[in-house]
Structures are given as C-alpha cells and as structure tokens.
C-alpha cells in the first residue's frame, strides 16, 4: 500500500492537511469517518479541514475538494486555496504563478506573487440575493434582517461567494461573542444549508475587524471567504471602501472590491509538516 502522506500549511493560524489523491490510490475520497479521525486535534493530525487534489477538472487547471473537519463540504476557502496554490508550487506541480483552480463553488484564478510567500485569489463575485446563499423566504437581497439566537436578537446580512455567509456588524466583537452565538446562528432555519458566521467591526474605510465562526469547523482564527463576504458587506454597507484590509486573531488579508462585488484576496501561507498519516488512527471513533 502507497504511504498515507500529509502535507500541513496555516494561513494565518486556518490549518489544512493536503491529501493528495497521487497517495490514496485505494481511496475514491476520504469518507466523513476518516475525515473526522484525520482531522482530530488529540487523536488524529489535527487540522481545521482536508483539501483533497490536485483533482482532474474540465473547468480549470486543477480540481479541488474541501472537507470540513466534521466531515462535510465545503463550497469553498480563500486560506484552503491558497494553502493549495503554495502546496502545488511546492511540490512542483506547476510551471507558471497564474493558474486556475475548479472548486464546487466555483472556478477562482490564482496568483503567487514573486517573493512566493503571498497568493492572490480572484473569490469571485459576492451576491446577497436570498435564492443564491440560500436564506429561506421570498427572493430578496439580505440586508439588515433581523434574527434571533439564544438571548439575543442581531441585525445581519447575508452574502455568497460560492458559500453563504451570515454577517453581523458589531460595535464591538470578541472571541467569546463567537463561541457563544455562532453555533445556534450556523444551524439558524433561516439557513437551508447551515451558514458560516462573522462579527463585523467596522474601524475605519480601510480596515475591518472580524471574529469568524466556521461552518462544519467551528471557532476559526482566519478565514478568506469570510473576509471577502464580510468586507462585501461592510462596503455595501457604505462603511468603507473598495481597499479593505480584514483583521483577524490570526493576522491580517487584502480585499479589493471590484464593481461588480467581485473580489480580489491577497495573503500568506506558512509550510508547517509532511508526514506520513498511520493506518490505526482510523480505528479510534470521534
């Protein structure tokens, strides 16, 4: 049997195992039990998601498949794609920094810049349209709704960018404000197929603070697609401009704004480990 071989980056303290489908010759994809079992700070590798490629893809140059820690989908991630951009530059699997890369949530084209530290994603377009993220009701743009969770009751928006986001502007946001409400606000009926969260400071036209809860992973240090939907918003909003810079616990991206909400995300990835995962792991329940 090939080795089980990992290969650990952060974004921005937003961890990813690349599993690249080269090893898993027996493996059609991981199943949600070997997900979660490779995923498991204490009993597996530990990591806040699985990118599974370079896959084969009709649409772009390479595909890709991202897995939530619990096991599920995701549509897309800014910090997975760069992680996988900085993964195929590494391993050599490119010959040119412009490339495009085919997710479920759609195809986004990739930039290294020429340190190789930091990576520009073209997100694609932010829409707020309820039939798009998807939000249950009529067909409207969701802005400034109100919703309830535990003992509170928020003013959100909600935007896509290949995956829902719920975004709520704060005068102030904290991690505790996180984990309290964005566990009930992910799994809220208002959102058919659960959403992420984001508690949006606004600091000044250029800067941003957001605390992110992830769907399917939970409390998350840094995220790309939710700074591209939180600075969407923000803009939308008309509280700042089309240059954003998104501050988060664990670090710093850029956002450009095009006209059309579409989005432009510029940050770093950092190489942590490659290894070698060991079959038992998969013989522990979690």
């Known amino acids: 049997m090939a080795p089980l071989r990992f290969h650990k980056y ?38 806040d998601g699985i990118l599974w490629g370079p896959l084969p893809s009709t649409r772009g140059d390479f595909g890709l498949r991202i897995f939530n820690p619990d096991g599920s989908e995701a549509e897309k991630s800014g910090n997975g794609l760069r992680i996988f951009a900085r993964y195929l530059s590494d391993a050599g699997r490119i010959r040119r920094p412009d490339f495009t890369v085919d997710t479920p949530g759609g195809v986004v084209a990739v930039r290294l810049l020429p340190d190789g530290r930091l990576i520009t994603i073209a997100m694609g377009q932010v829409r707020f349209d309820s ?21 509170r009751t928020f003013v959100f928006c909600a935007a896509t960018i290949g995956n829902p986001h719920c975004v709520i502007p704060l ?22 197929h659960r959403t992420n969260v984001q508690f949006l400071q606004v600091l000044d036209r250029r800067n941003v603070r957001i605390e992110i809860w992830e769907r399917g992973a939970g409390y998350t240090l840094a995220s790309g697609s939710s700074s591209s939907a939180a600075s969407a918003v923000a803009h939308r909003l008309g509280l700042v401009d089309r240059a954003v810079t998104v501050h988060m616990p664990g670090g710093t991206l850029g956002i450009e704004i ?22 038992p792991l998969f013989d522990v329940t979690v």
């Open 131 to 151: 039939r798009s993220i998807p939000v249950a009701g009529p067909d409207r743009d969701v802005i400034n709704e109100t919703l309830a969770a535990g003992d």
């Open 258 to 279: 095009g006209e059309d909400y579409s989005i432009q995300m510029t940050g770093p990835v950092t190489p942590v480990a490659t290894g070698s995962l060991c079959e």
């Open 10 to 47: 952060h974004a921005l303290g937003n961890d990813y195992l690349v599993l690249d489908p080269a090893d898993y010759p027996d493996w059609a994809e991981p199943s949600r039990a070997q997900i979660r079992a490779i995923c498991h700070r204490n009993f597996g590798a530990g990591s």
């Open 171 to 192: 005068e102030t946001v904290t991690e505790a404000l996180a984990r309290q409400y964005g566990p009930a606000i992910e799994v809220h009926p208002l959102f058919p």
